[in-house]
Antibody
Framework: QVQLQESGPGLVKPSQTLSLTCTVSGGSISSGSYYWSWIRQPAGKGLEWIGRIYTSGSTNYNPSLKSRVTISVDTSKNQFSLKLSSVTAADTAVYYC??????????????????WGQGTMVTVSS | AIRMTQSPSSLSASTGDRVTITCRAS??????LAWYQQKPGKAPKLLIYAASTLQSGVPSRFSGSGSGTDFTLTISCLQSEDFATYYCQQYYSYPRTFGQGTKLEIK
């Protein structure tokens, strides 16, 4: 049973860089054709997809955040990471890591987020 | 970016009721749509993908339909554990986008 766990500082100062890591347990991050995503949710608001990475290092980012986001993967540690630079109070949110598994099956094309971490709250404040 | 609009934003219902939530995409997305359930303080849980396919382990009282721009999530007989917030999400194009959510509350 694959599980994801986010970790990182819960408080980041404005203008600094937010750094989070997602550790994959119960399976290899490199097995299968999985992509690994970051998604965030401000308190009381909806979900925003930040971006994703494949174990080859190939990435896709949300254009609204692309200039500030870097997602990387460390297969030796079974982890992937998020860096978000120049943060402001608007970046305060619960940050989730998630797995998606793009594939074709009997339903057609599928690429939904089937496994999520529990989420970690990050507050941007001085 | 494709905009996903859910209606209603909130809904009050009773145990045993049948409820329907609607999700509309700003452009056609074929059947590339997923539905999630989120309870307070928890991560979202995948319910349905490809607009109508139930994720393994999800009760059959949940069903989804639609294609193109208009989609629905139906819960046929509400149980107490179904009161939560529901989100639709498109995976037709980047960036992946979610609806704003529909909060299902107990009447």
């Amino acid at each position: 049973q694959v599980q994801l766990q986010e970790s990182g500082p819960g408080l980041v100062k404005p203008s600094q860089t937010l750094s989070l890591t997602c550790t994959v347990s119960g399976g290899s991050i490199s097995s299968g054709s999985y992509y690994w995503s970051w998604i965030r949710q401000p308190a009381g608001k909806g979900l925003e997809w930040i971006g994703r990475i494949y174990t080859s290092g190939s990435t896709n980012y949300n254009p609204s955040l692309k200039s500030r986001v870097t997602i990387s993967v460390d297969t030796s540690k079974n982890q992937f990471s998020l860096k978000l630079s120049s943060v402001t109070a608007a970046d305060t949110a619960v940050y989730y890591c998630a797995r998606d598994h793009p594939r074709f099956d009997s339903s057609g094309y599928v690429d939904a987020f089937d496994i999520w971490g529990q989420g970690t709250m990050v507050t941007v404040s001085s | 970016a494709i905009r996903m609009t859910q209606s209603p934003s909130s809904l009050s219902a009773s145990t045993g009721d049948r409820v329907t939530i609607t999700c509309r995409a700003s452009q056609g997305i074929s059947s590339y749509l997923a539905w999630y359930q989120q309870k307070p303080g928890k991560a979202p849980k995948l319910l349905i993908y490809a607009a109508s396919t139930l994720q393994s382990g999800v009760p059959s009282r949940f069903s989804g339909s639609g294609s193109g721009t208009d989609f629905t999530l139906t819960i046929s007989c509400l149980q107490s554990e179904d009161f939560a917030t529901y989100y639709c999400q498109q995976y037709y194009s980047y960036p992946r986008t979610f609806g704003q959510g529909t909060k299902l509350e107990i009447k």
